[in-house]
């Protein structure tokens, strides 16, 4: 990723999209049993993405918002 080209805005875009996505992957693990280790999968790889773009948004512009990452369900 080249993270240092991305504007707050493109970070911001990004963490919100991966939010929505980890809230469709988690309402998906409550009526499938057949993929749930794929899903299990995908919501581990998105929430480590979450993470490395919200600590790329402190670090880089000094901007906490929104819920701590460790919060977010």
Not at 26 to 54: F, K, W
Request: charge should be negative; glycine fraction near 4%; charged fraction near 25%.
């Amino acid at each position: 990723m080249t993270a240092h080209l991305l504007s707050i805005a493109e970070v911001n875009e990004r963490i919100t999209a991966l939010r929505d996505t980890l809230r469709e992957l988690t309402a998906q693990t409550a009526g499938c049993s057949t993929e749930d280790e794929y899903i299990s999968d995908r919501i581990v790889a998105q929430q480590d993405e979450l993470n490395a773009l919200v600590r790329l948004r402190d670090d880089y512009y000094g901007w906490v918002a929104g819920p701590p990452v460790d919060d977010f369900a």
